[in-house]
């Protein structure tokens, strides 16, 4: 049997943009699995049988379990750059190929965290409650105040591309730049040195001196439960922590008691630990500013994704390396497995 002739089967979770269907609907069948909650592992095992690849999304974990019951799916591409819902060493030993969108998001998910930065800075949805709660009796000098920003220190921890995003925003709003990130030194730091004036710094120095932070890190083990109460007691008292990376990254119950002790100015949240479960406590803060992780959600930003995470899948089927293929190790196995050569 020619099985270049068989359609591979793709599993789409959530929905996909008309115009990624009609991009993938030529070479392969796909069926699309909305849902209002992340599948049950159980679930995830029924759904994607028969099914040789899926294109995911952040909710949606694809553990060694659920690849050892799918023995055909042979590839995962996920509708995100964050991978902590995959194990990619797990999915190398078993020849699935694992593949992310990094660089179409940036810009959305910069705008979205410091469209944050500036909800809490200026108390716009404390604001807006205000008023809808018919509290406002007239203009008052010391109503909602907030910090300004011009001058200010704005701590960037990861200073990837979404991190270099975020910190082109807030220079042009006057903000002085420091950061932290993971790898060694090297000539990206002269480069923003150079181009942005920010200053690499260690951990404890940024969280002391700045006035604002904003986190664009990996989930990873380096860095679980990365702010925690110690890391939150270096803060200042008038700083706002911004988060748009990973829930986990921060120890949501220390963040909740800090908050809720107006031990920092306030915090803007669009990841939580377990979503989409958030601590009702937070409910009742006016310092806290939530959204339901929605950093790359603008139109264009969203089809870009989809069709970045499908052409990744386009390629592998026709015998070529995905340009964000995470695990290359896997390659050959997965050639082999599919059985078109290149
Ligand atoms: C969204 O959370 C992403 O990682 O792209």
Not at 30 to 48: C, D, G, H, Q, T
Not at 153 to 172: D, L, Q, S, V, Y
Not at 184 to 210: F, Q
Request: hydrophobic residues 45%; proline residues 4%; charged residues 25%.
């Amino acid at each position: 049997m020619n099985n270049k002739l068989i359609k591979p089967k793709v599993a789409v979770m959530g929905v996909l943009q008309d115009a990624v269907k009609n991009a993938i609907e030529e070479r392969f069948t796909f069926v699309e699995m909305e849902r209002s909650e992340p599948f049950a592992e159980k679930e995830m095992i029924s759904n994607l049988q028969g099914f040789d690849a899926v294109l995911c999304e952040p909710l949606d974990s694809v553990s060694p379990i659920i690849m050892d019951s799918c023995p055909s799916l042979r590839m995962v591409s996920n509708r995100a750059v964050g991978f902590d819902n995959i194990s990619i060493a797990e999915a190398s030993k078993r020849g699935i190929l694992v593949c992310n969108t990094p660089g179409v998001l940036d810009d959305a998910t910069a705008d979205l965290a410091f469209a944050l930065l500036l909800a809490c800075s200026r108390r716009i949805c404390e604001a807006d409650r205000y008023i809808r709660q018919g509290k406002w009796q007239g203009f008052q000098s010391n109503l909602m105040l907030g910090p300004d920003l011009q001058g200010k220190t704005c701590g960037i921890i990861g200073m990837g591309r979404i991190g270099k995003a975020f910190a082109k925003r807030a220079i042009a709003f006057g903000l002085d730049i420091i950061y932290t990130r993971h790898s060694k030194p090297d000539m990206l730091d002269k480069e923003l040195e150079r181009d942005m004036g920010a200053k690499r710094v260690e951990m404890v120095e940024l969280l002391s001196s700045s006035d604002f932070i904003s986190i664009h890190c990996p989930l990873n083990r380096a860095t679980k439960s990365l702010i925690g109460k110690k890391e939150l007691s270096c803060m200042k008292e008038t700083a706002i922590l911004i988060n748009t990376s990973r829930g986990a990254v921060i120890d949501q119950l220390a963040l909740l008691r800090h908050l809720e002790a107006k031990k920092i100015f306030a915090a803007g949240l669009d990841v939580f630990e377990d979503e989409p479960n958030v601590p009702s406590e937070f409910f009742c803060l006016d310092n806290v500013v939530l959204t339901p992780h929605i950093g790359s959600a603008c139109f264009q930003t969203r089809q870009n994704i989809s069709m970045t995470a499908a052409q990744a899948i386009i390629d592998a089927f026709s015998g070529h390396k995905p340009k964000h293929l995470l695990n290359d190790e896997a390659f050959e196995q997965f050639l082999d497995s599919v059985k078109v050569k290149a």
